[in-house]
């Protein structure tokens, strides 16, 4: 059974950055399409990043493009999630979850989705 583990939340301040990592086990990441999803308290989970098994295929939410970065690791099985600019609304749990064949939007909207991750909590403040 494969498996995700995030990693890397934390507390930022404004305007700081953070680096999630989601690591894959039972499996070799580049079989998956991953996608990183959050979840803010009263909120509905949103996609915030996916990409497909090969790395050619990538879509970012509207409010994060520019900010953050999708990308995979092979020598670490890992798909990292780079944020750069972090605002208050981007606090969140954050959560990687995994689907195959499928269409990085379809992923993104939470479509096909086999297993999910634990998830990492995101706390942007001053």
């Known amino acids: 059974q494969l498996q995700l583990v995030e990693s890397g939340g934390g507390l930022v301040q404004p305007g700081g950055s953070l680096r999630l990592s989601c690591v894959v086990s039972g499996g070799r990441e580049d079989y998956y399409d991953i996608g990183w999803f959050r979840q803010a308290p009263g909120k509905e989970r949103e996609g915030v990043a996916c990409?497909?098994?090969?790395?050619?295929?990538?879509k970012y939410a509207d409010s994060v493009k520019g900010r953050f970065t999708i990308s995979r690791d092979s020598s670490k099985n890992a798909i990292n999630l780079q944020m750069n600019s972090l605002e208050d609304e981007d606090t969140a749990v954050y959560y990687c979850?995994?689907?195959?064949?499928?269409?990085?939007?379809?992923?993104?909207?939470?479509?096909?989705?086999?297993?999910w991750g634990q998830g990492t909590q995101v706390t942007v403040s001053s």
């Open positions: 979850a995994d689907s195959r064949g499928t269409l990085v939007e379809t992923l993104c909207a939470g479509m096909d989705i086999d297993y």
């Open positions: 990409i497909n098994y090969s790395g050619r295929f990538i």
